[in-house]
């Protein structure tokens, strides 16, 4: 494995940590309550020491000698570590400016909240910072409870008529949405989660120690600037901040859901339709207000969310082809469906749709999309680049839907599928499914059905 060498890791470990009182009782440090027996912050250490980091400043404050006296000076994980004493809470981004005389010949500062739990690929996260020529980058992700996150704006691709439109694999930073906003709007599950690469200017320019929030001091300036970037995963990244959220990052390590999602393995996915699927089968959909969830969707995606299956949302929209909407409306209405999801606790993992129509001869058409495609379903052009994109073995896939056409997708793809009877339900003799379903929530449960046998069996 190619190994990052030359990253400083910084872990944020100084807070009171009043929301888990319940578990510290006041007398443990949070990032020393252990998961399977190792702290939170030695679970950070070892991931990270994985890709070749050793060299780690670790900033503690309230019980920091207990964090000092359990690691120590990171020998017996074969790791350097230092620690920084803040005297006083500086916030978020205050301590950071004690790291000046820690950069030495680093390229870069990993960052890392001392409560969040995660497994990802670094060499990816390094990637991308690297080739956008970022100052700071974001790792974000969706998660399920964006109400009370703050959530990132990234800048949307340029959608190319010839293409399905993707979400933003990474871009930059075009806002902060924060959570103490009144979310009267839609919005996209892009919340920020902890983990951040800054290259060492931004630490150099810090001045004296003072108390500073990270985002706001720090990074908006670069925001500002056009050189503040996101970086989005699929991967484990758990805020394991409350006592429950703590509870269910300790039951995803005994299941191995940390290190499944890890996209330097392959990854599974449950590919599913929007429009009868998801939401009320409508026809044509053309706005947000015609956007209903189906009993037992939001059920559905959270079970998904709660397993190793990734979410991917594949849909034609052929309303940009005929002249119905653009591409800007197709984000709105995508946009509402993840508020929804988002307000309900669940959230979907990427989405693509395909804005095409091969047919011509419609009132209003535009000419830009119409053309024959290999992205409209039944053709698998959107899965082929999600299974790009996310690593996924689409023989070990599922694709849920309520119509022939991803039945027929599925089969092109070499994956199973479900038909649910909650939309169109449109299907051929010649194009069985391997499951039929009254709806979303049923086919689900099938699916994680098998899953279970099959790991049963191993």
């Not at 704006?153 to 979400?167: G, M, Q, R, W």
């Not at 919340?191 to 320019?205: F, H, M, R």
């Amino acid at each position: 494995m190619k190994k990052v060498s030359d990253c400083l890791a910084v872990l944020q470990a100084g807070g009171k940590g009043t929301r888990m009182r319940e578990l510290t009782g006041d007398r443990l440090p949070k990032p020393l309550l252990r998961l399977g027996g190792r702290p939170m912050l030695e679970w950070q250490v070892r991931n990270l020491k994985k890709y070749g980091l050793t060299e780690f400043v670790i900033i503690v404050g309230h019980l920091g000698e207990q964090i000092e006296a359990e690691l120590g000076d990171g020998s017996r994980l074969d790791v350097h570590i230092r620690y920084i004493a803040e005297q006083e809470p500086l916030g978020s981004g205050g301590a950071l400016t004690y790291l000046r005389n820690e950069l030495g010949d680093f390229r870069h500062v990993l960052v890392a909240l001392g409560d969040v739990i995660f497994d990802i690929d670094l060499l990816r996260f390094v990637s991308f910072h690297e080739t956008s020529g970022a100052a700071a980058t974001l790792l974000v992700h969706p998660n399920a409870h964006p109400q009370d996150s703050d959530l990132v704006v990234l800048e949307h691709p340029e959608a190319k008529p010839d293409h399905p439109v993707t979400c933003a694999l990474g871009g930059r930073v075009l806002h902060f949405d924060d959570k103490a906003n009144v979310r009267d709007y839609y919005f996209e599950n892009c919340v920020n989660a902890g983990l951040y690469l800054l290259e060492p200017e931004v630490v150099q320019g810090l001045g004296e120690a003072r108390q500073m929030d990270l985002e706001r001091d720090i990074l908006l300036p670069y925001l500002e600037e056009g050189r503040l970037f996101g970086y989005r995963t699929t991967e484990y990244v758990k805020d394991a901040g409350t006592p429950a959220r703590f509870r269910a990052a300790e039951a995803d390590m005994y299941s191995g859901i940390w290190a499944s999602k890890n996209l330097e393995l392959p990854q599974k996915a449950v590919f599913l339709d929007r429009d009868g699927t998801l939401n009320t089968y409508r026809g044509l959909i053309t706005s947000p207000d015609e956007i209903y969830l189906l009993p037992g969707a939001a059920e559905a995606v959270r079970l998904l969310n709660a397993s190793k299956y990734l979410v991917i949302v594949v849909t034609n929209q052929p309303v940009v082809a005929r002249g119905m909407c653009d591409i800007d409306d197709v984000l709105r209405i995508n946009r509402c469906l993840s508020s929804i999801l988002g307000k309900a606790g669940a959230y979907w993992d990427d989405i693509v749709f395909c804005p095409h129509h091969p047919h011509k001869g419609f009132p209003e058409e535009n000419p830009l999309y119409k053309r024959v495609c290999n992205c409209r379903k039944p053709k698998t052009g959107m899965l082929d680049i999600m299974a790009d994109r996310w690593h996924i073995a689409l023989s070990k896939s599922w694709l849920i839907g309520d119509s022939s056409r991803d039945i027929e997708c599925a089969k092109n793809a070499g994956m199973k599928s479900v038909l649910v009877h909650s939309g169109e339900h449109l299907r051929t003799d010649r194009m069985k499914p391997d499951y039929n379903a009254l709806d979303i929530l049923e086919a689900v449960k099938t699916i994680l059905l098998e899953e279970n046998k099959l790991e049963g069996r191993k």
